[in-house]
């Protein structure tokens, strides 16, 4: 069966700071991948996604940037941290087979 | 653009009544529909889903019918109880635009 994982699961950085966060996906192959962010009180908002290795799309220009150096890994990062960076930050995978999204357990973000 | 709407929250109700979300969706082709849920400081799980008109997604005592002609996707449960306390996404997926679209999220407390 499919897995996903994100890591870290939290943490708390300060303004100008770099982020990485990694997602990794087992049990399938050349999964559709996205990263979402969910602000305090708010909703989900689409940032990135990716159909293969190498191809990213942005939703939304910001500070943030997405690479997938491998067909099951999806990297989030920043070079510099702004406060309204702060969030929980989900990946995803799609199931190509019903367009079902399977999300990771998160990773809060807080800066400081 | 793809667009969902549901009906804001919080909403709170007393455990064994009835449970209604409302949600309603804009979409051009035929989109698949789902409902997510978020326990507290948890990630996203797919609660239940509909991939077209008519068909009934049900999981855990909840249930959902696609109304193409309506264009909802309501969420209904008879009879809740305290672990059903979460927010609650509506959401839809549309190939041509490769992502989830997701509403505000109904955030539901069920007190004992």
């Known amino acids: 069966s499919q897995t996903i994982h994100q890591w870290p699961a939290t943490l708390v950085q300060p303004v100008g700071s770099p982020l990485s966060l990694e997602c990794t996906v087992e049990g399938t192959s050349n999964p559709n991948l996205y990263w979402y962010r969910q602000a305090a009180g708010r909703g989900l908002q689409l940032l990135f996604y990716s159909v293969g290795i190498g191809q990213i799309s942005s939703e939304v220009p910001q500070n943030l940037s997405a690479s997938r150096p491998q067909d099951r890994q999806f990297i989030l990062s920043s070079k510099k941290l702004l406060l309204s960076d702060s969030g929980f930050y989900l990946c995803a995978w799609r199931d190509t087979g019903d367009n079902t999204i399977y999300f990771g357990e998160g990773s809060w973000l807080t800066v400081v | 653009g793809n667009s969902v709407t549901q009906m804001e929250g919080p909403v709170t109700l007393s455990e064994e009544a009835f449970l209604t979300i409302n949600c309603t969706y804009t979409?051009?082709?035929?989109?698949?529909l789902f409902w997510y849920v978020q326990y507290p400081g948890e990630g996203l799980q797919l609660l239940l889903k509909a991939t077209k008109a008519d068909d009934k997604g049900s999981n855990k005592g909840f249930e959902a019918t696609y109304r193409k002609e309506t264009t909802s996707f309501h969420l209904e449960k008879g009879s809740v109880q305290v672990s059903d306390s979460a927010v609650y996404f509506c959401a839809l997926f549309t190939a041509a635009g490769n992502k989830l679209t997701f509403g505000g999220g109904t955030r539901v407390l069920v007190k004992p």
């Open positions: 979409a051009t082709g035929y989109p698949s």
